[in-house]
C-alpha cells in the first residue's frame, strides 16, 4: 500500500506563486508516473502536470510557461512549482502516481493524495 502527503496548498492573490509536493511511501519498488490533477468547483478534474519516466513533462495547454513539475532527487516526491497564478486555477489540486511494488511488466500501484487546496483571488 502506497500512502501519499501532500502540502503546499494555500490562498494567493493573482500573479502570486505556490508550490506543491506529494511525497510517496509504502511498499514501492519503482514510481514510473507522478502528476498533479485538480478540480474546480462544478467542473470535472482534470490532469495539470505529468512526469513520466520515459517522456517529457506534460502540461495542460492553459498552464504552460507558467507550471513547471519536477522531481525530487529520492525520485518519491514530486513538486509543482507555479508562478503568475490566475483565478481560474483555484481548485484542489491531487498528486497521483502510478507504479510498482515489486518486479513486474504491469504497474500495481495507483493512488491518489487527498487533494490541497489552492485558492486564488483577482
Known amino acids: 500500500q502506497v500512502q501519499l502527503e501532500e502540502s503546499g496548498g494555500g490562498s494567493v492573490q493573482a500573479g502570486g506563486s505556490l508550490r506543491l509536493s506529494c511525497t510517496a511511501s509504502?511498499?514501492?519498488?519503482?514510481?514510473?508516473?507522478m502528476g498533479w490533477y485538480r478540480q474546480a468547483p462544478g467542473k470535472e478534474r482534470e490532469l495539470v502536470a505529468q512526469?513520466?519516466?520515459?517522456?517529457?513533462?506534460y502540461y495542460v495547454d492553459s498552464v504552460k510557461g507558467r507550471f513547471t513539475i519536477s522531481r525530487g532527487s529520492t525520485l518519491n516526491t514530486v513538486y509543482l512549482q507555479m508562478n503568475s497564478l490566475k483565478p481560474e486555477d483555484t481548485g484542489v489540486y491531487y498528486c497521483?502516481?502510478?507504479?510498482?511494488?515489486?518486479?513486474?511488466?504491469?504497474?500495481?500501484?495507483?493512488?491518489w493524495g487527498q487533494g490541497t487546496q489552492v485558492t486564488v483571488s483577482s
Open positions: 512526469r513520466r519516466s520515459d517522456r517529457y513533462p
Open positions: 509504502g511498499s514501492i519498488y519503482t514510481i514510473s508516473t
Open positions: 497521483h502516481v502510478l507504479g510498482h511494488s515489486r518486479p513486474g511488466d504491469r504497474p500495481d500501484i495507483d493512488s
